[in-house]
C-alpha cells in the first residue's frame, strides 16, 4: 500500500482550493435515484468514496457518466435492483444511504450493513426507527439489511439522537412518501440543507432543514437538474489548521466562511489570525499555540472531524488543553500515534487532556482512519524530519489531490510505494 512521506518543518505558504464536499456528495448522488429524469452532479470531490458510489449505482443500474474529474451525469431511469452487496458497500459508511433512497424508489432495499471509520459502535437503530415510522418493515438478515413497504405514508419522528445519516435517511424515503413527514431532533449540518437542496431542486418540498425540525411534504414526481455541491467544510478545517500548526500564512478559497466558524473560532483562541473574506478564510500564525479546551458537537458546535487535527496542534500548545468529543464514543484511537511523535497525550473515556510539548518528532505512524489520517499529515508537516504515513487508503477517501495541495503550500511530501518509502527513510 503507498504511504505518504512528509519532510516537515517548513511554514505552509499560498493558496489553496477547496473541493465540494465529501458527505454532501455522499448524500445527493444516491439521491439521485429518486429523480424520474438525469441529473448532473458538479463539484464533486475526486476521491475514493465517490467513485465507490458511482460504483454502486452502476450496479443498481443506473447509467452514470463521468464528465470530468468533478462533474458526473446521472440517469436513474433504468435502475432496477434494489440491492448493495457487502463488495459494493466496500466498508463505507455512507452506504447506508442506498436503503433510504431505494426505499423511496422501489419501495424496497436490501444493503449490506455500513462499514467506515472505526470509532466505537455505530448504530443504525435511528435510521430504522424512521424506516418504520415510514411504514416500512425492517428486517437484518444474513448480513443484510432489509428495508419493505407495501406502501410509505408521511409520519412524525423523534430522533433520541441528532444523527447525520438517520435525518438524511429518512429525507430520502420521505421525499417521495404521500404526506406529511416531520423530523424533530434533526441534525443540522451543511451537507443536510444541501441535501434538501438538491432535493428541491428536482421537485421535492422540504422545509426547514440546517434547523432542527425538517418538514418534507411527499411529491409524486421528481423530474431533473444540474447541481453544485457546496464546498468541504471539513477539508477546509483542516487546511486552516495545517496552516496554524506549521506558523504558516494560507488563504483557502472556494468556502462558505459560515461554515467555518466553530473552527475559526477555536484557531483563534490558540492565538492564529482568522481573515474572513465571502468565499475565502486567510490563516496565519506567528506564535506558538496557546492551550485551549475544545469539545465536539454536533452543528453548529465544533465539528468531530475536525477533532483529531485540532489535538495535533494542541499537542505542542503551551498548556494542557481538554478535548471532549461529544458525538462518538470511541475517536482518540489515533493519539497512540501522535504519542510516537513525541506528543503527551492522556486518554479517559470521551476526554483527552493533551500536555503541550516543545515539538513534536518524525516517526512513522498511520492514518487509523480518514480525519486521523489528515491529522498524521498535519503532525509530519509540523515534525522537523521525515515522517512516514501509513495506510493511507482512508485518507484517499476524503480528501482530493492532497498531496498537491500541500505541495503548491510550499510542503515536502510525496506518495510513495510503501518499499521505496522505506529506502527514502534510509536515505533521510
Ligand atoms: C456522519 O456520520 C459523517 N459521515 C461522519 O463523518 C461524522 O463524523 C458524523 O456524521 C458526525 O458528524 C458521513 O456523513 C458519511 P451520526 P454518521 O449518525 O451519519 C449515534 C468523516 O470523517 N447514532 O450523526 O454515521 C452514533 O453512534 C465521517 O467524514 C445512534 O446512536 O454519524 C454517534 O454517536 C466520519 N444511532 C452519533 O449518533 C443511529 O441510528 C452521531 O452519528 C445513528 C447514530
New binding site residues.
Partial sequence: MDKFVINGGKPLKGMVRISGA??AA?AILPAVLLADEPCTIENLPNISDVTAIYRILSDLGAQVRVKNKSTVEIDPRHANSFVVSKQMAAGM??SSYFLGALLGRMRRARVAPPG??DFG???????IKGFEALGAKVVIENGMVEARAEALSGCSVYLD??????TINIMLAAAKAPGLTVIENA?R?P?IVDLANFLNSIGANIMGAGTGVIKIRGVEHLGGTTYSIIPDQ?EAGTYMVAAAATKGDVLITNVTPKHLESIAAKLAETGAEITEYDESVRVSMNCRPHKCNVKTM?HPGF???MQPQIATLLSVADGTSIITEG???SRFRYTDQLTLMGADIQVDGKMAVITGVERLSPAPVRAVD??AGAAMIIAGLMADGVTEVDNIVHIDR?YEDIVEKFTALGADIRRVPAEPAAELLKQA
Fill in positions: 465529501k458527505n455522499v459508511r455512507a467506515g471509520c459502535v455505530r448504530p443504525i437503530d435511528q435510521h439522537v441528532v444523527s447525520v445519516g438517520a441534525a449540518e451537507h471539513i454536533p465539528p468531530t472531524d458525538v462518538w464514543d480518514l480525519r476524503g
